[in-house]
């Protein structure tokens, strides 16, 4: 693994950051190089320098061929991240985007539910080590995947059966938010773009987020860095 303790963060947009999860990066000595190709950005060529490849979620979606941003990030993803065998992890439309990269569906339900809040995930058989029980997190999407042929299912609810999966053992997508923060939960449930969702079948009140985050956030950040030093960190596969 290099050594230089960068990681390449993918974000959709502005106003966008890394949560708990670029705390917790930061405090271990990371360097967290920022791009967003729907702002204009380019991509790394050179994944070399990078320890870890991170593609955050946004209000976009996977399926968005005519923005030049997630058509390049689509690339990438297969042109460049897979092919280096960086570690990656993609969030929520990272992991939608990693998804139909490797050949799966991606797309709305079909019923207009979706799934916004704090949801339980389980493992599936193959997840037990990813996920060693049963844990509350945080969600906020529209969109699902199906899990792709080539890669192992890891987690899933009754709700939403895609909410994790590896591939080759270096990249890893989830659907859920283990970077959450009460500031982005506030963000979120109040943004112009957000605030609507609330009301769809499956999105949970402002209120109601809030509270779950005070009872849930300690098992999320503790998954989160078992996570990181038992996966995209050490070079570990699942």
């Not at 959709?12 to 705390?23: F, V």
């Not at 204009?40 to 968005?64: E, H, K, N, R, W």
Request: aromatic share 10%; glycine share 8%; hydrophobic share 35%.
């Amino acid at each position: 693994m290099n050594s230089s303790k960068r990681i390449a963060t993918v974000v959709h947009q502005e106003i966008s950051t890394p949560g708990l999860l670029g705390r917790n990066l930061t405090a271990r000595g990371f360097t967290l190089d920022r791009f967003c190709p729907c702002l204009g950005d380019a991509l790394p060529d050179d994944l070399s320098l990078y320890d870890a490849v991170i593609v955050f979620g946004g209000p976009q979606s996977a399926t968005d061929d005519d923005n030049p941003g997630i058509a390049s990030e689509l690339h990438w993803i297969e042109h460049a991240v897979l092919p280096s065998k960086t570690p990656m992890l993609g969030i929520c439309l990272g992991a939608q985007e990693l998804a139909r990269v490797l050949g799966a569906n991606v797309g709305p339900r079909g019923d207009g539910e979706v799934e916004i809040g704090y949801w339980p995930v389980s493992p599936t058989e193959e997840g037990k080590a990813f996920l060693p029980e049963t844990t509350s997190f945080f969600q906020w999407h529209s969109e699902t995947f199906d899990i792709p042929q080539s890669a192992v299912h890891l987690a899933q609810n009754e709700r939403f059966q895609g909410q994790a999966f590896s591939y080759d053992g270096h990249a890893f997508g989830i659907e859920f938010h283990p970077e959450i923060t009460r500031e982005m939960i506030n963000r979120w449930c109040t943004s112009e773009r957000g605030r609507p969702k609330l009301q769809l079948t499956g999105a949970k009140p402002h209120d109601n987020q809030l509270a779950d985050h005070t009872e849930h956030a300690l098992a999320a950040r503790n998954w989160l860095d078992y996570f990181l030093d038992r996966y995209l960190l050490s070079g570990s596969s699942a």
